[in-house]
């Protein structure tokens, strides 16, 4: 079955740590750009993170900059985000998404919540 599961969601409070893994089955993952967006409740899916191929570059927005890590595990079909230092307007669904060139897949996202 071709999909992407994200997992690592959840409650957390201002200022902590949350990591998000998305596992790709089903697809070749490593000729897969991967990338990580969030949407939030009334608001448009926004980009987060991405990370080429071979994991060499990334990018990121500057809201998310210097608090947000993406990586990749290319034998595990696996990429992470690493959420540090996390705020209030954090709070999204995270969905994962890789891209080749005739194609794109998205997962089912996963919810975090920053909350007090």
């Known amino acids: 079955q071709v999909q992407l599961v994200e997992s690592g969601g959840g409650l957390v409070q201002p200022g902590g740590s949350l990591r998000l893994s998305c596992v790709g089955t089903?697809?070749?993952?490593?000729?897969?750009?991967m990338s990580w967006y969030r949407q939030a409740p009334g608001k448009q899916r926004e980009l987060v993170a991405q990370?080429?191929?071979?994991?060499?570059?990334?990018n990121y927005p500057d809201s998310v900059k210097g608090r947000f890590t993406i990586d990749r595990d290319n034998a595990k079909n696996t990429v992470y985000l690493q959420m540090n230092s996390l705020k209030v307007e954090d709070t999204a669904v995270y969905y994962c998404?890789?891209?080749?060139?005739?194609?794109?897949?998205w997962g089912q996202g996963t919810q975090v919540i920053v909350s007090s």
């Open positions: 998404n890789a891209r080749w060139v005739l194609r794109a897949l």
């Open positions: 990370i080429t191929r071979d994991g060499s570059t990334t």
């Open positions: 089903g697809v070749t993952f490593s000729t897969a750009a």
